[in-house]
């Protein structure tokens, strides 16, 4: 510890007036079973007929989950994007692309943004 009494590794933040305070490894672990959780839930999707997301072939999470603590709990803040590609054929018709979600957390998958890419 130093001098202010800070551990090594833990970092202190305001946030409304009370004093946070989230060890490093603990951010990295709540990134890590988020990513997991968006995997399986994003995997295989079926966006309409015919159409179906494919984690395995490249999606990819980007940002970070933190920890923050207000009135004596705890909850995750996400800063979190992901990108998810997808495929799928109509009327004989390939076509493939990527999703893009901008801003997204593992409680609010039924409410997303989505921005869609199409690369076939």
């Known amino acids: 510890r ?4 800070r551990a090594r590794g833990v970092e202190e933040e305001r946030w409304s007036g009370c004093a946070v305070r989230v060890t490093a490894r603990m951010a ?3 990134t890590l079973w988020a990513t997991k959780q968006l995997s399986k839930a994003l995997d295989q999707l079926q966006i309409c007929e015919g159409f179906t997301s494919h984690w395995e072939g ?3 999470v980007q940002g970070e989950v933190s ?4 009135r004596g709990k705890q909850y995750p803040i996400y800063a979190l994007e992901v990108r998810l590609p997808w495929a799928g054929a109509v009327d004989g018709v390939h076509s493939a692309g990527i999703f893009i979600l ?3 957390s593992v409680e609010m998958l039924d409410e997303l943004e989505v921005v869609v890419e199409i690369t076939e």
């Not at 130093?2 to 009494?5: F, H, K, P, V």
């Open 58 to 60: 490249g999606g990819e």
């Open 102 to 104: 901008p801003d997204v």
């Open 28 to 30: 990295r672990t709540i």
């Open 2 to 5: 130093g001098r202010a009494g």
């Open 67 to 70: 920890v923050s603590e207000r």
